[in-house]
């Protein structure tokens, strides 16, 4: 029996094995790629955040806190909100006081947002007179004592330091003394625009 022409326009018969495994190839490829990275412990030269990420993150759990008459902490103001820290020890002095105000002025900048975030000192004098000072002209501001643990890297110190917790109680990111008001705000606005919690 004779075999029927093609049709004219029609494709040769063939096999189609290659082009399935070219196909194949080229999904599987990222895949190969990424995996190899991560084996190889291959991480980028430069991230996007100004701090300094926590790997892991430290935990604050804020049953630990107490306020400045000694009692436990009310943690209602805390739960399930982005935490813009400020801990060290001893008071807060000339620098310290710019970066409590400039705390302010960034939450304020963050506009629709600012909701989402609380500020927070931590140290081991709640009682200083500055302390106080500073309550009474930010009423929003929760100023708490903390275990010398929870104040990484200063103990001993008295320089304050900032960092970030997020709502799960961790902290994830703290900045050197010299950062700028706008590398803060900077990382703020990524984590708030990227977090589904908080």
């Known amino acids: ?14 096999n189609g094995w290659p082009v399935l495994a070219l196909l194949v190839s080229l999904l599987v490829l990222p895949f190969v790629i ?3 990275l991560y084996l190889s412990g291959w991480q980028p030269g430069r991230s996007s955040q ?10 604050l759990p804020a049953s630990g806190l107490l306020g400045p008459d000694g009692r436990p902490l009310a943690t209602v103001e ?3 909100k982005w935490l813009l820290v400020l801990f060290g020890n001893g008071p807060c002095d000339d620098a310290c006081s710019r970066r409590v105000d ?7 900048s963050l506009n629709k947002e600012m909701g989402r975030l609380q500020r927070v000192i931590l140290t081991d004098t709640p009682n200083d007179a500055g302390w106080r000072a500073w309550r009474a002209r930010q009423p ?5 004592a903390a275990p010398q643990p929870w104040l990484p890297g200063l103990a001993g110190g ?3 330091r900032l960092g970030i917790v997020d709502p799960h109680g961790y902290l994830v990111l703290t900045y050197p003394p010299e950062v700028a008001a706008g590398d803060l705000r900077f990382d703020l606005e990524r984590l708030l625009k990227f977090s589904w919690t908080g």
């Open 1 to 14: 029996m004779n075999a029927r022409p093609a049709p004219p326009g029609a494709a040769p018969p063939g």
């Open 34 to 36: 990424a995996g190899g």
């Open 50 to 59: 100004h701090g300094v990420l926590l790997q892991p993150p430290q935990a």
């Open 78 to 80: 805390l739960q399930g």
């Open 102 to 108: 400039e705390m302010r002025r960034v939450q304020v």
């Open 140 to 144: 929003d501001l929760l100023v708490a």
């Open 158 to 160: 008295s320089t304050y």
